[in-house]
């Protein structure tokens, strides 16, 4: 089945940017979207569609989608922000067709 | 306001059965593909289960055989019913409406599934 690999986890500090990526193979075929859980939550959607933003979501938040790689970037990162983030794709060629990523832990120093 | 309410989650012993439901609010079921989806402790998300618009179902195989998905239009609901249920699928479960280009949104609050002797 399709796998989707993250970085287990990143810090950063308050003010500066995060950069969570996102490895899968023909990604340029894929749309990717982002979810944020914090503890004891249900996830919430950030971006979809590789870079478009839920209304709600604030600016800070983008993606991009290059090659083999999706990146979810956070800007102006706030103490809020710390969080469990996934990515997760579509892959019509699986039978396991909904895949989410290994998920990142986003600390805030 | 679209929400999703899990239930029915709760103890239950090894080889025991469970049933969990999705009630929506704000958009109808049965025009849209529902999924369920499970987060063992300090796990990731693990898809489990879709039924689409039509009616038609799709598993994981971690759950194939075993987990059942449907819905009740009437209710406005969908259902989980796991049978055969192991320690290993210990966890907390969420339904979730998947909208265009397969984006998991909303998310209901989850319930918590324990299996323990």
Redesign the interface.
Known sequence: SYVLTQPPSVSVAPGKTARITCGGNNFGSK?V?W?LQKPG?????VI??DSDR?SGIPERFSGSNSGNTATLTIFRVEAGDEADY?C???DNFS?????????TKVTVL | EVQLVESGGGLVQPGGSLRLSCAASGFIVSSNYM?W?RQAPGK????LS?INDGGTT?Y??SVKGRFTISRDNSRNTVYLQMNSLRTQDTAVY?CAR?GE??????????TLVTVSS
């Not at chain 1, 939550?41 to 959607?45: E, F, K, N, R, Y």
């Not at chain 2, 990731?44 to 898809?47: F, R, V």
């Not at chain 2, 280009?101 to 989850?110: A, E, K, M, N, T």
Request: hydrophobic share 40%.
């Open positions: 749309s979207h979810y939550q249900a996830p919430v959607l979809f569609n839920p996934y997760q794709v579509w039978d396991h067709p909904y895949v989410f990523g290994t998920g | 999924s989806v990731g998300l693990e898809w879709v799709y994981a195989d969420y998947v280009l397969f984006v998991f949104d909303p998310w209901g609050q989850g």
